[in-house]
């Protein structure tokens, strides 16, 4: 009946009360941290990966020949199908879920949430047309219908270039959507969230790409190219994870250096780190090892992106209990505690 | 309330809440009024924001200290060195022998001037000991504690009454065997030293709490006093308190506004079941119940005895006679004395621990227990669950199933197997009450005022209101016993109980009830305006006297009243007696009768109307002029001068030195708690009360003085969250959580030695038994320095019982029957115990 | 100081705006407040247990605690010895009824994708319960930690401003319960006069007091002061509140820039990449 049951904190002998209010209130939270969990972590990867199949799946239709329809055609399929269950895991994560449809009720340009929610309406919207294109192109519409023939009569070029700006919006708003609260480490991160989304939704698009574009020779240009997409991304991502655990400052980035959440970013930056560096390696070796190398590269890519989020996410929370992080980003300039970090 | 009414006349608080915000220094002590008297508590954070000093002195440091200028940690079970050197510092400072306010008020307004019998002994001279003590009886008989004078009998009463006494005056206040010469000789020892030593208050502590009151008090400034139950539970609390009364004459601080002694009460309307008794030894408005003794056995040996010549109490015959007409009706007449013989005569102590040991003794064989939790409140616990298991029947009326009612499956020791239910023979009925909000009804409190509240819902089920089941189980008992003509079935037959009933369930009619509380004219059922109508002849009656007036004639009820002014807000419902809120107001004016000063004006007389006027109704004979000298052979108020503010005492004075009313001596005088960890640095010889009311019995043990198994003094308090033995509090979810379960605070110094961490499970421990609680280690206690060894404070809230949501160790399962001998209150807020860290039996789970 | 004293009581309260002083100086801690607000409100109880966090046992805001009062105990010095000359009104053991802030500007109305979370004509900020579908977007976005999710109905709860009391020119149930006015409720502009007076007089007599809610302190950040703000006598982080947060929305836009810089960095290096891969020989 009696139990200490929250915030029980270890207690020396003939400690009295008032120690445990010297640093912040019994080491309890400022704020309150999100009720994120896995779903949200998985709409992140899979919004990242859809948006970043886009994003490819265009500039391939846009600037590549003959040699990028696989990456056209995969990345447009890839694209809708990966947007398909976010939506159910936004839904299933909503306290009255028979509620989603009031998501629907207002436009606030202020609430990257509210323009998530249209972004992604309108994401999955261009991205339904764009694999309906591609389904009439690749026949899977029949070859007489009259609807898959209008389809394929759409301009294609224009329909790609609709659909990079929700694709980029896809990929890079959650970041955007996680610096605009309180949680410390996202809000002190709110400039590099974004940028850093979008390298991984591209590096993990440009490896997923890679590994469904098929290994015949008559893809390996593809793959190529997607490779040096997903190395630039991931050079980005390299730099922007650095950057993040720098700017976070020792308070405010613990969860990134310790416990579960700190392995998961260590991870996410080996991952990133290994990737790149598998690629970059693989040209200096025998042409027959490469692929299987290319393939771990492309996997280890891919894990990077869960890992990020699940880091990103899980990281936030729990800087989002640590009294001492919320004081660290909201004390006075002038207040010495403050200098002395 | 003897200890106020022993030297001011009434035992009621001298002020209102209201006028604390007219102070210019709140001395608290004895009391957490914020906590305990959150709403009156605004009064003084007003008179704090008006600049006022507020002083808290209590072992801990609580939320009142927080609200304070000055906390001063005490001893718990030592205010009476602490209040005793603040009378001896007064008496020979600078300013108050100076400051020619002072005198004035002390010559005229107390009995400073009058001399003390020659025969009487003092403490000093007889080793902590009062002249006419008894060691066998531990009793004292008083008259060597009279005055000195000439005593005159009274001839030619309708009702004979006690002589009149003239004593002799020294109006110069030198004789030796004066009042003033007495006191201050009495506490000459009581000094800072003593303090510091006794109390653990460092000197230049002490010495600053006393200049500031010195300060604040005289002609143009006021202090004010807040006490409550830390001063009564302790077998010395009628003497703390009057020893404060004392205080508060000298500085002349009664009788003003911003000054006076606020008894803070407990239950929302504690004062109203003094007023209108649940105790046994009176009757309402304070008339003594008559006791199965000589000078008892008619109405004229109880005049004879009780009557006094002189003061308001002259009137007596008017109030008991009118209160008899109200309760027998026409069986009340001349011829039979007003049908005295039919009120029942107490032969005894029936106080609530005595009974308690009836019940387990099984001379006591059943119970009502309405609005009451004594398996909680009681003291020992554990005896009295055991005399509850002890009863033939037990009644229980309240709103939830608390300890009281469920002991018999509940308790600890039946959880343990111990005690079997099968065993315990008490036939237990548990009745559902209806609580305030659920009924139409009064409260009278703190400061004497009545107030009406409406009722807001209708009660759950069969719940009903105490009213409808006292009315309808006395009606019942009136049909039992009709034709009876025993002594018992006269009494019931002859009782007035025919108050018409309203609504469904047949509530007796509360506005009927008020009036015949009020008082009214017999023949024609007139109310009456005031009990100056009530007359002895049996022409009126009335319920309460000192409530009379409460309904007036045009039949409003006063209490209803809700028009509140910055002042005395005489239109916001009633206060006793006469609506007057301040007490003793005539003392707000000097004996000339001009105010004291323009910032301290409440009362005062005008000559031109030849009267009193002023904010407040005149606690005084309204056209009385201040020059007025009473006649050799005047009697009552026409015996008071023109300057005697205390209309309610003998010579219309208060009273320095207490010559009656008091059993344990005419002056205060430090005892220690009857348990206590160190000796008494006054009075090594008489450590303890000589005359404490004691239990001596094999289930109620006593730790003796110093008992090293003991080392720690406890005391008990309460929180504001929760309400006394938690009968509306522990069950109510919103309450429950903000003090969820018992805890024990303890200082760090006394953690450490004993390794016990904030959260711990810790047992506190007595010769009585043992309680279980959490810890909370804090600053806000803090071990003492007595007489040069450390004293260790515990600090336990009584609130938790084993029902409800909140659940805790019982306190009062480790403190002792013993009492004060004249409240008969127990001592719960100074004993001693031990504490260790760990459980009572591993996880005793639910 | 200059500064300081021109910024102290600066808000950018709309007028016509109602809200609270809580001033803790005249606060005894009694929860008279927090119980008011169950009560009227009919929240029910917490269940937390006993804590051991002096007398705080609900520990803070949330979906079913919308009042809540801190306890701080200060009382001894570092060398556990205890105060008896204490500064005027409270002081030692500090207490804090807090509350939603019902901000000028307030992130967790900026936040919520519904439109659930309004501003009402008396400029407080609601929770409208049959909008909210429990997003718990409003959760983290306030800087005060002030709203909750509920695990009973999945909703988004705070502080109404007892709307539905104001409604019927009611003072809201905490304020009305506060037996020593230490919550008073009014007009925010009448308020802060009276809160600036306030602090004079403490400073006067040499308390340290400080509004906790003006543009200076509390309100920063965009937020632009708080309609329900406070009279402190110690640094807010005692108090368990941030002394200079920011409005979060404040950074939507620089952040949705980066994000659009990136996206056209990323964009433009796939194209060039794609674009150049027409040349690049077959590996
Ligand atoms: N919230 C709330 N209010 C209540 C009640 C309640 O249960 N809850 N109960 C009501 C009732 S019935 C009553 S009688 C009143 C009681 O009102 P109070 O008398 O104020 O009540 P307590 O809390 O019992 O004791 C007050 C203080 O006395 C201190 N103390 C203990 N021993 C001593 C001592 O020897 N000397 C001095 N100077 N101080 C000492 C304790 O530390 C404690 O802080 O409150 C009434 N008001
Ligand atoms: N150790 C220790 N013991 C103490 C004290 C202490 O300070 N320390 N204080 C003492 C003091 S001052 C007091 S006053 C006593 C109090 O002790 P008790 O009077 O025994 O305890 P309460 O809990 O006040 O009991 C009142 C009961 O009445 C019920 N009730 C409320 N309204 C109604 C109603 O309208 N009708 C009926 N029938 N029931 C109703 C409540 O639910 C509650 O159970 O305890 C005393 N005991
Ligand atoms: S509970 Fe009632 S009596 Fe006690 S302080 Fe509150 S209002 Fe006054
Ligand atoms: S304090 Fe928090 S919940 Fe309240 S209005 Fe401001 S942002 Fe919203
Ligand atoms: S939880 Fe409800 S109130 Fe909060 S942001 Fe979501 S919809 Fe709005
Ligand atoms: S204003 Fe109303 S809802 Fe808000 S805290 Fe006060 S009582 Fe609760
Ligand atoms: S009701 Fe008033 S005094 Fe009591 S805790 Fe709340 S703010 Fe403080
Ligand atoms: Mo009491």
């Known amino acids: ?341 | 309330m003897p200890g106020l009414g022993a030297r001011l006349g009434r035992g009621g608080a001298t002020t209102t809440l209201a006028s604390l915000a007219e102070s210019d220094c709140i001395v608290i002590m004895g009391s957490n009024m914020a906590e305990n008297h959150p709403v009156g508590f605004r009064f003084v954070v007003k008179a704090r924001q008006r600049g006022a000093r507020v002083i808290h002195v209590d072992p801990r440091f609580s939320r009142t200290s927080a609200l304070a200028d000055l906390h001063v940690p005490i001893r718990p079970g030592s205010d009476l060195v602490f209040l005793g050197a603040l009378v001896n510092y007064v008496l020979n400072s600078e300013r108050w022998n100076s400051d020619p306010f002072f005198r004035e008020y002390v010559l005229h307004y107390t009995n400073a001037s009058v001399i003390v019998s020659p025969d009487f002994r003092d403490t000093e001279d007889l080793a902590g000991v009062f002249s006419g003590y008894d060691p066998q009886q531990r009793w004292y008989d008083p008259s060597s504690w009279q005055y000195a004078g000439r005593v005159q009998p009274l001839e030619g009463e309708r009702w004979p009454c006690r002589p009149r006494i003239e004593p002799e005056r020294d109006p110069t206040l030198q004789h030796p065997n004066c009042a003033l010469q007495v006191v201050k000789r009495h506490f000459a020892r009581y000094t800072p030293e003593i303090v510091e030593q006794a109390c653990g208050v460092p000197r230049d502590l002490f010495v600053e709490v006393a200049e500031t009151i010195l300060a604040n008090s005289g002609r143009d400034r006021t202090t004010a006093f807040c006490y409550a139950v830390a001063w009564t539970q302790h077998t010395i609390g009628t003497q703390i308190i009057s020893c404060c009364a004392l205080l508060q004459l000298l500085l002349g601080n009664i009788g003003r506004p911003g000054g006076g002694i606020l008894a803070l009460r407990g239950h929302a309307t504690i004062q109203g079941s003094t007023d209108i008794p649940t105790l046994f030894d009176l009757l309402p408005g304070y008339l003594k119940m008559p006791r199965a003794i000589p000078q008892h056995a008619t109405l004229a040996d109880y005049f004879a005895h009780e009557r006094p010549a002189t003061g308001l109490w002259y009137d007596m015959p008017k109030f008991l006679i009118s209160l008899l007409k109200a309760w027998y009706g026409d069986a009340a007449t001349p011829e039979n004395d007003f049908a005295y013989e039919l009120l029942p005569k107490i032969g005894g102590d029936y106080s609530f621990q005595s009974i308690l040991t009836m019940m387990k003794d099984g001379i006591i064989k059943g119970l009502f227990v309405m609005g009451m939790n004594p398996a909680v409140g009681g003291q020992n616990a554990r005896l009295a669950r055991q005399a509850l298991a002890n009863l033939d029947w037990l009644v229980v009326r309240d709103v939830h199933e608390i300890e009281t009612a469920s002991f018999w499956y509940d308790a600890p020791e039946v959880r343990s197997g111990e005690v079997r239910p099968q065993d315990i023979k008490t036939e237990v009925f548990f009745l559902p009450a209806a609580i305030a909000a659920e009924k139409d009804g009064t409260f009278t409190n703190t400061h004497r005022l009545v107030q009406w509240h409406d009722k807001a819902v209708d009660p759950p089920g069969d719940a009903r209101s105490e009213a409808h089941f006292v009315f309808h189980l006395g009606r019942r008992l009136k049909e039992l016993y009709a034709g009876d003509d025993s002594p018992a079935g006269r009494q019931i037959a002859a009782l007035t109980w025919d108050y018409p009933t309203v609504g469904p369930h047949q509530e007796p009619d509360l506005m009927a009830v008020a009036r015949e509380v009020s008082g009214y004219r017999v023949s024609d059922g007139r109310p009456v305006a005031g009990f100056h109508e009530l007359a002895d002849d049996g022409s009126t009656a009335c319920g309460c006297w000192i409530y009379s007036g409460i309904v007036t004639p045009e039949g409003e009820h006063r209490a209803k009243r809700r028009r509140g002014d910055d002042r005395a807000s005489l239109d916001w419902g009633f206060a006793w007696p006469a609506n007057r809120r301040i007490l003793y107001n005539r003392a707000s004016a000097d004996p000339q009768g001009r105010p004291w000063s323009e910032r301290k004006k409440w009362i005062w007389w005008d000559p031109e109307q030849q009267r009193w006027v002023g904010y407040d109704v005149p606690d005084f004979p309204a056209t009385k002029p201040p020059d007025y000298q009473s006649p050799p052979d005047a009697r009552g108020l026409d015996a008071h001068p023109g300057t005697a503010p205390f209309i309610m005492m003998l010579d219309g004075q208060g009273w320095l030195f207490v010559p009656l009313g008091l059993l344990d001596g005419p002056l205060p005088t430090h005892y220690e708690p009857w348990e206590t960890p160190v000796t008494n640095p006054l009075y090594p010889e008489q450590p303890r009360s000589p005359v404490a009311p004691v239990f001596l019995r094999p289930d109620n043990p006593y730790h003796e003085i110093g008992d090293p198994r003991y080392p720690y003094v406890i005391t008990t308090y309460r929180l504001t969250e929760h309400h006394t033995a938690g009968g509306m509090s522990r069950w109510v979810p919103w309450l429950a959580e903000l003090q969820p379960a018992g805890f024990v605070e303890i200082s760090p110094e006394l953690a450490r030695e004993l390794g016990i961490s904030t959260g711990d499970w810790v047992v506190v421990e007595t010769a009585r038994g043992c309680a279980e609680a959490r810890a909370l280690v804090t600053e806000r206690v803090q071990p003492l320095v007595i007489a040069g060894r450390t004293v260790h404070v515990i600090g336990m809230p009584w609130h938790f019982g084993f029902g409800g949501l909140a659940t805790g160790g019982i306190a009062n399962e480790l403190a002792a029957l013993v009492e004060d001998p004249n409240s008969l209150i127990h001592e719960a807020k100074s004993f001693t115990c031990t504490i260790r860290k760990g459980r009572l039996r591993e996880e005793v789970g639910r | 100081m200059s500064r300081e004293s021109t910024l102290v009581g600066r808000t950018r309260a709309r007028p016509g705006a109602f809200g609270f002083l809580t001033d803790t100086t005249l606060c005894i801690g009694c929860k008279a407040c927090e119980v008011a607000c169950k009560q009227w409100n009919q929240l029910p109880m917490d269940d937390f247990g006993f804590t051991g966090m002096s007398y705080d046992n609900t520990g803070d805001l949330g979906a079913t605690t919308w009042r809540h009062v801190a306890f701080i105990e200060r009382v001894a010095d570092r060398e556990g010895r205890r105060p008896t000359r204490l500064q005027p009104f409270q002081s030692n053991w500090l207490m804090l009824s807090d509350v939603c802030k019902h901000c000028v500007n307030a992130g967790c109305m900026e936040a919520c994708p519904t439109g659930a979370i309004i501003r009402t004509e008396f400029d407080t900020v609601v929770i409208q319960q049959d909008i909210c579908n429990g997003c718990g977007y409003c959760v983290p976005a306030c800087p005060f930690g002030v709203p909750a999710l509920s695990p009973l109905d999945g909703k988004a709860h705070k502080c109404t401003l007892c709307y539905d009391r104001l409604k019927d020119g009611l003072e809201p149930a905490c304020s009305k319960a506060c037996p020593t006015d230490a919550i008073q409720f009014g007009p925010v502009h009448a308020l802060m006069d009276r809160a600036k007076a306030r602090v004079a007089e403490l400073r006067a007599q040499g308390v340290e007091a400080q509004i906790y809610g003006d543009e200076a302190l509390g309100g920063t950040g965009g937020i632009g002061g708080l309609n329900a703000f406070f009279i402190l006598t110690a640094p807010p982080e005692v108090y368990n509140l941030p002394a200079a947060p920011e409005l979060p929305q404040r950074r939507v836009l620089p952040a949705f820039l980066t994000t659009a810089l990136a996206a056209l960095a990323l964009g433009l290096a796939t194209l060039v990449t794609f674009w150049r891969s027409k040349e690049v020989r077959h590996d």
């Open chain 1, 1 to 341: 009946m009696t139990e200490i049951r929250r915030w029980q904190h270890r207690r020396a002998p003939g400690e009295p009360v008032s120690a445990e209010t010297r640093d912040s209130y019994y080491g309890l939270p400022v704020i309150h941290g999100p009720h994120w969990r896995w779903s949200i972590v998985f709409y992140f990867v899979l919004g990242g990966l859809a948006g970043g199949s886009a994003v490819l799946a265009a500039a391939a239709r846009l600037v590549g020949g003959h040699w990028a329809r696989p990456i056209v055609r995969v990345g447009r399929y890839l694209a809708f199908l990966a947007v398909l269950p976010g939506p159910l895991l936004l839904i299933i994560d909503l306290g009255r879920p028979e509620r989603f449809h009031h998501m629907l009720r207002v436009v606030k340009l202020r609430s990257p949430m509210s323009l998530g929610v249209w972004g992604l309406i309108g994401f999955t919207a261009t991205a339904f047309l764009n694999a309906l294109q591609q389904a009439a192109e690749d026949g899977w519409l029949g070859q007489r219908n009259p609807a898959a023939h209008f389809l394929r009569r759409l301009p294609a070029r224009i329909l790609a270039a609709a659909s990079t700006l929700p694709a980029f919006f896809l990929a890079g708003y959650t970041g955007v959507l996680l610096g605009a609260t309180a949680v410390p480490l996202w809000a002190r991160n709110a400039l590099r969230l974004g940028p850093l989304f979008l390298c991984s939704a591209l590096s993990s698009a440009a490896a997923m790409l890679a590994l469904l574009v098929g290994r015949g020779p008559g893809n390996a240009r593809a793959r190529h190219a997607l490779e040096r997409v997903e190395q630039v991304a991931l050079l980005g991502e390299l730099v922007l994870l650095e950057a993040v655990q720098r700017g976070s400052g020792p308070v405010v980035g613990r969860p990134l250096s310790n416990g579960l959440e700190g392995w998961a970013y260590a991870g996410t930056r080996l991952s990133a780190g290994v990737a790149l560096g598998l690629h970059i390696v693989t040209k200096m070796l025998p042409r027959r090892l490469r692929p299987p190398l290319r393939l771990v590269a492309s996997l280890v890519a891919l894990g990077g992106a869960f890992l990020l989020r699940a880091a990103m996410i899980f990281g936030g929370r729990r800087s989002a209990e640590d009294p001492a992080a919320t004081f660290a980003i909201t004390r006075r300039p002038e207040d010495p505690a403050r200098q002395a970090r």
